[in-house]
């Protein structure tokens, strides 16, 4: 039976990037020949629709969020968090579902980043943080790499075997 790995939907080509479109990598799909690959959206699975106006932590990173410390805001100032917890924790749900071990997930997003997000002021600065969903799992001892990985995808593979 092929291993399970959670993907970022968006990685796979599917059309839930916050404006519609999809951040399709050909190395992470090619990943299917030998694993299954669990496409994920978290926001989606939080119930926020596609497109949708982008959204960024303020003051703080995913850990942040899931204490109550920070929140995620649109652009437009709304406060999404809830969205942002109720799909970080489908995700989780998932993973302990189908016994996963590695999510690969979308770089700087504030759902799925790995040591780098944006910055909540919508300027494109980049600050030391994760994303929420990333802070779950991994609070879970789930690894998270991201697109940018590859290589280190491919030795976590490797060992796992």
């Given at each position: 039976?092929?291993?399970?790995?959670?993907?970022s939907?968006?990685?796979?080509?599917?059309?839930?990037?916050?404006?519609?479109?999809?951040?399709?990598?050909?190395?992470?799909?090619?990943?299917?020949?030998?694993?299954n690959?669990?496409?994920?959206?978290?926001?989606?699975?939080g119930?926020?629709?596609t497109?949708?106006?982008?959204?960024?932590?303020?003051?703080?990173?995913?850990?942040?969020?899931?204490c109550g410390?920070?929140k995620v805001?649109?652009?437009?100032?709304?406060d999404?968090?809830?969205?942002?917890?109720?799909?970080?924790?489908e995700?989780?749900?998932?993973?302990?579902?189908?016994?996963?071990?590695?999510?690969?997930?979308?770089?700087?997003?504030?759902s799925?980043?790995?040591?780098?997000?944006?910055?909540?002021t919508?300027?494109?600065?980049?600050?030391k943080g994760?994303g929420?969903?990333t802070?779950i799992?991994?609070?879970?001892?789930?690894?998270?790499?991201?697109?940018?990985?590859?290589?280190?995808?491919?030795?976590?593979?490797?060992?796992?075997?």
């Open positions: 039976m092929k291993k399970s790995i959670l993907v939907a968006c990685l796979l080509g599917k059309n839930c990037k916050y404006n519609g479109g999809n951040n399709y990598n050909s190395e992470i799909e090619a990943l299917a020949s030998k694993y690959l669990i496409p994920v959206c978290p926001e989606q699975l119930g926020l629709s497109p949708r106006l982008p959204a960024e932590i303020q003051q703080g990173g995913g850990k942040d969020v899931l410390r920070a805001v649109r652009k437009d100032g709304a999404v968090s809830e969205q942002f917890i109720e799909g970080a924790k995700v989780l749900n998932t993973a302990k579902q189908k016994n996963v071990k590695l999510a690969i997930l979308k770089s700087k997003s504030p799925c980043g790995k040591e780098n997000i944006y910055d909540g919508f300027s494109g600065n980049l600050i994760n929420v969903t802070d799992l991994e609070e879970n001892g789930i690894k998270v790499l991201t697109e940018k990985d590859i290589q280190q995808i491919k030795l976590f593979l490797e060992e796992d075997e």
